[in-house]
């Protein structure tokens, strides 16, 4: 099969390698739209290191389930797949946190993603996304990742919220949190040439201007109530610390592989919980795309083939790029 294979930083390129064959209990999935993360990009640059070189990247994924050896009524199913492969049975998988189990494989990043034409997971990952298109399909891990903020600091219909970034997770971020409460802006600089996309979903703002705001339009000037970091910059957390109230919340969704440095005193301070927050709910994301309450088709700014996959990668770098799928 073709497939993407990332060798160092710096070094993707389009490869033929074997076809992976599905062992008992896996299954394998005819990739059909696959996109290129934050993640992957960190991959890429060099600042976050994977714990498996050479490596097809890829966990965005959307396709058929072509090959479930001893689970045929599983083939042709149209699917997306949860990206950690947990083993079922310790102690984080009893107790609800499979996504932390210490024996777990991550699709596309300790093992071979979906930047391929084929791709294996196991079928209790599988989640069926009849009626949505590939490219709706392809984002239901990113937004199932945004879900899972809210699930583990819930918002409340009073607070005013700030989002740092108008990426992809920023605005899968805005028109969730916008269902909660009217109280959103998101920060961009003003050059940035995705505040055309952005401003559809949500108002957009300077770094200036939401200082002015904290000061004018939250209680006694002190800042927002809960701020989405999610510029994939290591130097928006002391934004955030300054734009955040005391007691405040800032939900850490950047995962550029980078150390940061930070007001550790004022965070002390101010009394912030920073809360993490990564894989999250399929089931309620696909719902929130079917049910058109999130769009993602907006977010699609450019699809590849994939054997055009290098020119993808360094396309997905360009400002104007949301996001960037590819198409085996």
């Known amino acids: 099969m073709k497939a993407l294979v ?56 959307a396709g058929i389930v072509d090959e479930a050896p001893g689970m045929e009524h599983l083939e042709g199913m149209k699917v997306t797949t949860e ?12 107790h609800g946190m499979p996504t932390h189990c210490p024996y777990r494989e991550t699709i596309g990043i300790t093992i071979d993603g979906g930047m391929a034409e084929y791709v ?25 990742a945004v879900v899972e903020m809210l699930e583990m600091q819930p918002l409340k219909p009073s ?67 809960y701020v989405v970091e999610a510029t994939g910059s290591p130097n928006a957390l002391n934004l955030a610390l300054e734009l955040v109230r005391p007691r405040g919340v800032i939900a850490a969704k950047s995962t550029h592989g980078a150390q940061v440095s930070f007001d550790y005193t004022l965070m002390v301070v101010k009394e912030v919980r920073i809360i993490g927050s990564r894989c999250g709910p399929f089931e309620k994301a696909i719902d929130l795309i079917r049910s058109g309450m999130i769009k993602v088709k907006p977010l699609i700014t450019s699809t590849f083939k994939l054997d055009d996959g290098v020119e993808a990668f360094k396309k997905s770098f360009n400002r104007k790029e949301i996001k960037v799928q590819l198409t085996p």
């Open 6 to 61: 990332l060798h160092k930083p710096g070094e993707i390129k389009l490869e033929e390698v074997a076809d992976p064959a599905p062992d008992k209990g896996w299954v394998r999935i005819k990739v059909k739209r696959v996109g290129i993360c934050g993640t992957d990009k960190a991959f890429y640059k060099g600042t976050y290191v994977p714990p498996k070189l050479p490596l097809i990247p890829g966990h965005e994924i």
């Open 159 to 225: 607070d005013r919220v700030a989002i740092l970034g108008i990426g992809t997770i920023g605005l899968l971020s805005a028109q969730l949190i916008r269902l909660i409460t009217p109280n959103v802006v998101a920060i961009a600089r003003e050059d940035s040439p995705k505040r055309k996309i952005a401003e559809k979903f949500v108002d957009v703002i300077t770094v200036k201007e939401a200082r002015e705001y904290a000061k004018s339009k939250t209680p006694e000037g002190q800042g927002f109530d």
């Open 120 to 144: 294996l997971t196991k079928p209790h990952l599988l989640h069926s996304i009849e009626g949505l298109s590939w490219g709706e399909g392809a984002f239901v891990e990113p937004l199932a």
């Open 83 to 94: 990206i950690n492969v947990n083993c079922e049975k310790c102690w984080y998988c009893k």
